[in-house]
Protein backbone atom coordinates (compact mmCIF):
# COMPACT_ATOMS: atom_id res chain seq x y z
CA UNK A 1 0.00 0.00 0.00
CA UNK A 2 1.08 3.70 -1.10
CA UNK A 3 1.09 6.02 1.49
CA UNK A 4 1.48 9.48 0.64
CA UNK A 5 0.84 12.90 2.50
CA UNK A 6 -2.40 12.53 0.29
CA UNK A 7 -3.65 9.96 1.82
CA UNK A 8 -3.71 11.64 5.34
CA UNK A 9 -6.47 14.09 3.36
CA UNK A 10 -8.38 10.98 2.19
CA UNK A 11 -8.90 8.90 5.13
CA UNK A 12 -8.03 11.45 8.82
CA UNK A 13 -10.83 14.20 10.09
CA UNK A 14 -9.16 17.40 8.42
CA UNK A 15 -8.45 18.71 12.24
CA UNK A 16 -4.41 18.81 11.55
CA UNK A 17 -3.04 20.39 8.18
CA UNK A 18 0.55 18.04 8.81
CA UNK A 19 3.67 19.11 6.33
CA UNK A 20 3.96 17.87 3.41
CA UNK A 21 5.72 14.63 4.51
CA UNK A 22 5.54 11.23 5.75
CA UNK A 23 7.93 10.05 8.29
CA UNK A 24 9.23 6.54 7.91
CA UNK A 25 11.74 6.84 10.87
CA UNK A 26 13.81 8.83 13.27
CA UNK A 27 16.26 8.64 15.76
CA UNK A 28 17.95 11.02 18.39
CA UNK A 29 17.18 15.15 16.42
CA UNK A 30 16.47 13.82 12.80
CA UNK A 31 13.86 12.69 11.51
CA UNK A 32 13.74 10.66 7.69
CA UNK A 33 10.25 11.21 5.26
CA UNK A 34 9.68 7.86 3.27
CA UNK A 35 11.36 9.62 0.53
CA UNK A 36 14.70 9.83 1.74
CA UNK A 37 14.90 13.29 3.31
CA UNK A 38 16.76 13.99 6.55
CA UNK A 39 15.48 16.45 8.63
CA UNK A 40 16.84 18.36 12.01
CA UNK A 41 14.33 18.68 14.32
CA UNK A 42 13.36 21.10 17.01
CA UNK A 43 10.03 20.06 17.96
CA UNK A 44 11.19 16.99 19.74
CA UNK A 45 7.06 16.12 18.82
CA UNK A 46 5.67 19.26 20.30
CA UNK A 47 8.25 19.17 23.73
CA UNK A 48 7.70 15.11 24.40
CA UNK A 49 10.61 13.36 23.10
CA UNK A 50 12.56 14.89 25.60
CA UNK A 51 15.76 12.37 25.16
CA UNK A 52 15.16 12.72 21.11
CA UNK A 53 13.32 9.85 18.62
CA UNK A 54 13.84 6.33 19.85
CA UNK A 55 16.64 6.72 22.31
CA UNK A 56 18.13 3.04 23.04
CA UNK A 57 17.58 3.32 27.10
CA UNK A 58 13.81 3.85 26.28
CA UNK A 59 12.97 0.98 23.74
CA UNK A 60 14.81 -1.11 26.07
CA UNK A 61 12.44 -0.39 28.76
CA UNK A 62 9.24 -0.98 26.38
CA UNK A 63 11.01 -4.28 25.31
CA UNK A 64 11.38 -5.41 28.63
CA UNK A 65 8.27 -4.16 30.12
CA UNK A 66 5.72 -4.95 27.40
CA UNK A 67 7.26 -9.02 27.47
CA UNK A 68 5.61 -8.57 30.96
CA UNK A 69 2.39 -6.54 31.09
CA UNK A 70 0.75 -3.83 28.31
CA UNK A 71 -2.61 -3.25 30.32
CA UNK A 72 -4.41 -4.61 33.28
CA UNK A 73 -7.01 -1.69 34.39
CA UNK A 74 -7.25 -0.10 37.60
CA UNK A 75 -8.90 -2.83 39.23
CA UNK A 76 -5.74 -4.36 40.04
CA UNK A 77 -1.99 -2.60 41.32
CA UNK A 78 1.09 -3.14 39.35
CA UNK A 79 4.92 -2.41 39.95
CA UNK A 80 5.41 -0.16 37.12
CA UNK A 81 2.44 2.21 37.82
CA UNK A 82 3.48 2.39 41.69
CA UNK A 83 7.22 2.88 41.16
CA UNK A 84 6.51 6.02 38.69
CA UNK A 85 3.90 7.12 41.42
CA UNK A 86 6.29 6.62 44.25
CA UNK A 87 9.12 8.56 42.60
CA UNK A 88 7.46 11.50 41.59
CA UNK A 89 5.74 11.89 45.36
CA UNK A 90 9.22 11.24 45.97
CA UNK A 91 10.67 13.95 43.86
CA UNK A 92 8.38 16.65 44.64
CA UNK A 93 7.02 16.00 47.75
CA UNK A 94 3.42 16.32 46.67
CA UNK A 95 1.65 13.34 48.47
CA UNK A 96 -0.91 12.09 46.12
CA UNK A 97 -0.49 10.67 41.87
CA UNK A 98 -3.31 10.32 39.60
CA UNK A 99 -2.07 9.09 35.86
CA UNK A 100 -4.39 9.90 33.35
CA UNK A 101 -3.71 9.05 28.92
CA UNK A 102 -2.85 13.43 28.04
CA UNK A 103 -2.94 16.37 29.19
CA UNK A 104 -5.93 17.49 28.35
CA UNK A 105 -7.20 15.02 30.69
CA UNK A 106 -4.78 15.81 33.35
CA UNK A 107 -6.35 19.68 33.68
CA UNK A 108 -9.57 17.89 33.02
CA UNK A 109 -9.19 15.90 36.07
CA UNK A 110 -7.51 19.29 38.05
CA UNK A 111 -10.31 20.91 37.61
CA UNK A 112 -12.76 18.68 38.43
CA UNK A 113 -11.01 17.59 41.48
CA UNK A 114 -10.87 21.39 42.52
CA UNK A 115 -14.72 21.91 41.97
CA UNK A 116 -15.43 18.62 44.06
CA UNK A 117 -13.32 19.65 46.67
CA UNK A 118 -15.56 23.24 46.67
CA UNK A 119 -18.48 21.03 46.49
CA UNK A 120 -17.83 19.24 49.42
CA UNK A 121 -16.40 22.03 51.71
CA UNK A 122 -18.12 24.85 51.26
CA UNK A 123 -21.83 24.02 48.88
CA UNK A 124 -22.22 24.21 45.10
CA UNK A 125 -22.23 27.91 44.87
CA UNK A 126 -18.30 28.00 45.24
CA UNK A 127 -17.84 26.84 41.86
CA UNK A 128 -15.98 29.93 39.66
CA UNK A 129 -12.75 28.88 37.62
CA UNK A 130 -9.90 31.76 36.68
CA UNK A 131 -8.21 30.96 34.06
CA UNK A 132 -5.85 33.80 31.81
CA UNK A 133 -6.16 35.08 27.95
CA UNK A 134 -4.20 33.00 25.54
CA UNK A 135 -3.69 29.76 28.21
CA UNK A 136 -3.96 26.36 26.34
CA UNK A 137 -5.04 23.41 28.48
CA UNK A 138 -6.41 21.30 26.29
CA UNK A 139 -8.93 19.94 23.63
CA UNK A 140 -11.93 18.67 25.71
CA UNK A 141 -14.64 20.22 25.93
CA UNK A 142 -14.12 21.53 29.65
CA UNK A 143 -10.26 21.94 29.83
CA UNK A 144 -10.75 23.91 26.21
CA UNK A 145 -13.46 25.99 27.04
CA UNK A 146 -10.88 26.89 30.79
CA UNK A 147 -8.02 27.06 28.12
CA UNK A 148 -8.13 31.32 27.38
CA UNK A 149 -8.44 31.13 23.30
CA UNK A 150 -12.17 31.50 22.56
CA UNK A 151 -11.55 30.27 18.63
CA UNK A 152 -11.17 26.69 19.75
CA UNK A 153 -13.75 26.23 21.89
CA UNK A 154 -16.60 28.49 19.97
CA UNK A 155 -19.46 26.67 17.72
CA UNK A 156 -19.80 23.88 19.96
CA UNK A 157 -23.06 24.95 21.76
CA UNK A 158 -23.42 26.18 25.42
CA UNK A 159 -20.29 25.95 27.12
CA UNK A 160 -19.07 25.01 30.68
CA UNK A 161 -20.27 27.50 33.24
CA UNK A 162 -18.81 29.57 35.72
CA UNK A 163 -15.11 30.37 33.98
CA UNK A 164 -13.36 33.60 33.62
CA UNK A 165 -10.50 34.71 31.56
CA UNK A 166 -8.63 37.69 32.43
CA UNK A 167 -5.07 38.89 31.10
CA UNK A 168 -2.01 36.88 32.22
CA UNK A 169 0.45 38.86 34.67
CA UNK A 170 -2.20 41.83 35.70
CA UNK A 171 -2.24 41.77 39.27
CA UNK A 172 -4.92 44.12 39.37
CA UNK A 173 -7.29 42.52 37.86
CA UNK A 174 -6.69 39.42 39.31
CA UNK A 175 -7.70 41.06 42.67
CA UNK A 176 -10.70 42.55 41.49
CA UNK A 177 -11.81 39.01 40.01
CA UNK A 178 -11.33 36.53 42.43
CA UNK A 179 -13.98 36.14 45.26
CA UNK A 180 -15.50 33.19 47.68
CA UNK A 181 -17.31 31.93 44.85
CA UNK A 182 -13.91 31.08 43.42
CA UNK A 183 -12.88 27.26 43.63
CA UNK A 184 -9.98 27.38 41.17
CA UNK A 185 -7.29 29.01 39.50
CA UNK A 186 -5.49 27.50 36.73
CA UNK A 187 -2.30 28.69 34.52
CA UNK A 188 1.13 28.04 32.81
CA UNK A 189 3.78 29.34 34.55
CA UNK A 190 5.01 29.59 30.99
CA UNK A 191 2.54 30.12 28.55
CA UNK A 192 3.08 27.64 25.47
CA UNK A 193 0.46 29.13 22.66
CA UNK A 194 0.04 32.20 24.03
CA UNK A 195 4.19 32.88 23.08
CA UNK A 196 6.18 31.46 25.78
CA UNK A 197 5.21 34.46 28.31
CA UNK A 198 6.22 33.42 31.91
CA UNK A 199 4.73 34.92 34.61
CA UNK A 200 5.91 37.34 36.64
CA UNK A 201 7.24 36.35 40.18
CA UNK A 202 5.29 39.20 42.00
CA UNK A 203 1.95 38.32 40.14
CA UNK A 204 2.41 34.40 41.54
CA UNK A 205 3.10 36.17 44.58
CA UNK A 206 -0.39 37.99 44.95
CA UNK A 207 -1.83 34.67 42.96
CA UNK A 208 -0.84 32.27 45.36
CA UNK A 209 -1.90 34.48 48.64
CA UNK A 210 -5.31 35.59 47.05
CA UNK A 211 -6.13 31.74 46.76
CA UNK A 212 -5.36 30.77 50.21
CA UNK A 213 -7.41 33.69 51.26
CA UNK A 214 -10.38 32.83 49.24
CA UNK A 215 -9.90 28.54 49.79
CA UNK A 216 -9.24 28.22 46.13
CA UNK A 217 -7.49 25.32 44.20
CA UNK A 218 -4.27 27.02 42.51
CA UNK A 219 -3.43 24.73 39.58
CA UNK A 220 -0.24 25.32 38.07
CA UNK A 221 -1.04 23.31 33.78
CA UNK A 222 2.94 21.82 33.71
CA UNK A 223 1.46 19.50 30.82
CA UNK A 224 4.69 21.39 28.44
CA UNK A 225 6.60 23.00 31.10
CA UNK A 226 7.53 20.11 33.44
CA UNK A 227 9.67 17.32 33.36
CA UNK A 228 13.04 19.15 32.97
CA UNK A 229 11.71 20.83 29.92
CA UNK A 230 12.11 24.43 31.78
CA UNK A 231 15.71 23.48 33.47
CA UNK A 232 14.12 22.11 36.44
CA UNK A 233 12.29 18.99 37.01
CA UNK A 234 9.21 21.28 36.97
CA UNK A 235 8.76 24.53 36.46
CA UNK A 236 7.22 26.03 39.68
CA UNK A 237 10.15 25.27 41.32
CA UNK A 238 11.66 28.45 39.74
CA UNK A 239 9.06 30.51 41.34
CA UNK A 240 8.18 31.51 44.89
CA UNK A 241 5.38 29.89 44.97
CA UNK A 242 4.00 25.93 44.90
CA UNK A 243 0.70 25.10 43.21
CA UNK A 244 -2.11 23.03 45.20
CA UNK A 245 -2.39 20.66 42.42
CA UNK A 246 -0.09 20.15 39.49
CA UNK A 247 -0.58 18.55 35.84
CA UNK A 248 2.07 16.88 33.81
CA UNK A 249 2.10 14.99 30.79
CA UNK A 250 3.86 15.57 27.55
CA UNK A 251 7.32 14.17 28.15
CA UNK A 252 6.53 12.14 31.05
CA UNK A 253 6.79 9.01 29.07
CA UNK A 254 8.14 10.09 26.00
CA UNK A 255 6.44 9.31 23.66
CA UNK A 256 4.38 7.10 25.15
CA UNK A 257 1.24 8.34 26.01
CA UNK A 258 0.42 9.79 30.19
CA UNK A 259 -0.43 11.76 32.48
CA UNK A 260 -0.33 12.78 35.56
CA UNK A 261 -1.99 15.05 38.34
CA UNK A 262 -0.54 15.36 42.08
CA UNK A 263 -1.53 17.23 44.68
CA UNK A 264 -1.70 16.83 48.67
CA UNK A 265 -3.96 14.15 50.64
CA UNK A 266 -6.30 17.07 51.47
CA UNK A 267 -7.36 17.15 48.09
CA UNK A 268 -6.63 13.91 46.52
CA UNK A 269 -9.05 12.03 49.51
CA UNK A 270 -12.60 13.65 48.08
CA UNK A 271 -11.84 11.70 44.80
CA UNK A 272 -13.27 8.66 46.44
CA UNK A 273 -14.49 5.21 44.57
CA UNK A 274 -16.87 6.06 42.11
CA UNK A 275 -16.16 10.21 41.88
CA UNK A 276 -13.44 9.48 38.85
CA UNK A 277 -11.57 7.21 37.02
CA UNK A 278 -9.58 5.99 33.49
CA UNK A 279 -9.04 2.93 32.02
CA UNK A 280 -5.83 3.35 30.41
CA UNK A 281 -4.58 5.70 32.89
CA UNK A 282 -1.71 4.41 34.62
CA UNK A 283 -0.71 1.97 31.87
CA UNK A 284 2.06 -0.32 33.21
CA UNK A 285 4.14 0.54 29.68
CA UNK A 286 3.90 4.09 29.63
CA UNK A 287 4.80 4.12 33.53
CA UNK A 288 7.78 1.75 33.11
CA UNK A 289 8.85 4.80 30.72
CA UNK A 290 7.97 6.96 32.73
CA UNK A 291 9.83 5.79 35.84
CA UNK A 292 12.38 6.02 33.63
CA UNK A 293 12.80 9.32 32.15
CA UNK A 294 12.06 10.56 35.54
CA UNK A 295 15.07 9.13 37.18
CA UNK A 296 17.06 10.63 33.95
CA UNK A 297 16.09 14.15 34.19
CA UNK A 298 15.95 14.45 37.34
CA UNK A 299 19.99 13.99 37.45
CA UNK A 300 21.23 17.19 38.33
CA UNK A 301 24.15 16.76 35.87
CA UNK A 302 21.34 16.51 33.31
CA UNK A 303 19.51 19.87 34.38
CA UNK A 304 22.48 21.73 34.05
CA UNK A 305 23.05 20.75 30.64
CA UNK A 306 19.55 21.91 29.57
CA UNK A 307 20.42 25.06 30.96
CA UNK A 308 23.54 25.33 29.33
CA UNK A 309 21.92 24.10 26.34
CA UNK A 310 19.51 26.84 26.70
CA UNK A 311 22.42 29.33 26.78
CA UNK A 312 24.05 28.30 23.43
CA UNK A 313 20.99 28.44 21.98
CA UNK A 314 20.21 31.81 22.75
CA UNK A 315 23.78 32.64 21.87
CA UNK A 316 23.55 31.25 18.65
CA UNK A 317 20.40 32.89 17.90
CA UNK A 318 21.38 36.98 19.05
CA UNK A 319 24.42 36.30 16.64
CA UNK A 320 22.70 34.89 13.79
CA UNK A 321 20.10 37.93 14.65
CA UNK A 322 22.53 40.63 14.97
CA UNK A 323 23.06 40.40 10.99
CA UNK A 324 19.41 39.72 9.86
CA UNK A 325 17.46 41.98 13.24
CA UNK A 326 14.54 39.83 12.47
CA UNK A 327 13.97 38.81 15.98
CA UNK A 328 13.46 41.85 18.93
CA UNK A 329 13.66 39.15 21.91
CA UNK A 330 14.31 35.27 22.81
CA UNK A 331 11.93 33.95 25.49
CA UNK A 332 11.91 31.17 27.76
CA UNK A 333 13.41 28.41 30.06
CA UNK A 334 15.74 25.69 29.68
CA UNK A 335 14.49 24.41 26.18
CA UNK A 336 11.14 25.60 25.84
CA UNK A 337 12.00 28.93 23.88
CA UNK A 338 10.39 31.57 21.65
CA UNK A 339 12.07 33.52 19.12
CA UNK A 340 9.52 36.76 19.08
CA UNK A 341 9.48 38.20 15.38
CA UNK A 342 10.49 41.95 15.14
CA UNK A 343 7.03 44.27 14.72
CA UNK A 344 8.15 44.87 11.08
CA UNK A 345 7.33 40.81 10.65
CA UNK A 346 4.95 40.51 12.99
CA UNK A 347 1.98 37.77 12.49
CA UNK A 348 4.59 35.50 10.01
CA UNK A 349 5.85 32.82 12.21
CA UNK A 350 3.65 30.37 10.42
CA UNK A 351 5.75 31.94 7.20
CA UNK A 352 8.95 31.47 8.60
CA UNK A 353 8.22 28.29 9.91
CA UNK A 354 7.42 26.77 6.30
CA UNK A 355 10.33 27.99 5.05
CA UNK A 356 12.17 26.61 8.02
CA UNK A 357 10.48 23.50 6.39
CA UNK A 358 11.76 23.56 2.98
CA UNK A 359 15.43 24.03 4.43
CA UNK A 360 15.39 20.60 6.39
CA UNK A 361 14.62 22.32 9.55
CA UNK A 362 11.71 21.43 11.81
CA UNK A 363 10.39 24.39 14.23
CA UNK A 364 7.11 25.12 15.59
CA UNK A 365 4.91 28.41 15.96
CA UNK A 366 3.10 29.79 19.33
CA UNK A 367 1.01 33.06 18.59
CA UNK A 368 1.52 34.38 15.38
CA UNK A 369 4.84 36.25 16.03
CA UNK A 370 6.80 33.54 17.63
CA UNK A 371 8.81 30.91 16.40
CA UNK A 372 8.89 27.86 18.64
CA UNK A 373 11.55 25.64 19.86
CA UNK A 374 11.32 22.80 21.83
CA UNK A 375 14.33 20.48 21.07
CA UNK A 376 15.31 17.22 22.46
CA UNK A 377 16.79 17.65 25.77
CA UNK A 378 19.88 15.69 25.37
CA UNK A 379 20.44 17.56 22.18
CA UNK A 380 24.43 18.09 21.26
CA UNK A 381 25.91 21.56 20.21
CA UNK A 382 26.78 20.16 16.85
CA UNK A 383 22.99 19.45 16.15
CA UNK A 384 22.38 23.20 17.48
CA UNK A 385 24.82 24.18 14.73
CA UNK A 386 23.01 22.22 12.01
CA UNK A 387 19.87 24.19 13.35
CA UNK A 388 21.46 27.14 13.29
CA UNK A 389 22.77 27.10 10.05
CA UNK A 390 19.61 26.00 8.68
CA UNK A 391 17.62 28.39 10.89
CA UNK A 392 19.75 31.17 9.04
CA UNK A 393 18.66 29.87 5.68
CA UNK A 394 15.19 30.27 6.23
CA UNK A 395 15.96 33.71 7.85
CA UNK A 396 17.51 34.91 4.40
CA UNK A 397 14.44 34.15 2.33
CA UNK A 398 12.16 35.12 5.14
CA UNK A 399 13.78 38.69 4.94
CA UNK A 400 14.31 38.56 1.28
CA UNK A 401 10.51 38.23 0.72
Do not use: W
Amino acid sequence: MKITRKTFDEVMFPCYNPMNMVIKKAHGSYIYDNKGNKYTDLTSGIAVNLLGHTPKGVVDVIKKASANLIHVSNIFCNEYTLTLASKLVKKTGYEKVFFVNSGAESNETALKLARRVAFDLYGEDKNEIISFNNSFHGRTFFSVTVGGQESYSDGFGPKPAAITHIPYNDTKTFENTISDKTCAVILEPIQGEGGIITADNDFLIKVRELCDKYNAALIFDEVQTGVARSGTLYAYEQTPVKPDILTSAKGLASGLPIGAVLTYDKFASHFVPGTHGSTFGGNPLACAVGAYIIDKVSEKSFLNKVNKTHDYIVEKVSKLNEKYHVFKEVRGKGLLLGLVLDDQYAGKSSELQKLCFKHKLLTLTAHADVLRLAPALNISHKVVDEAISLLEKAVKDFVAE
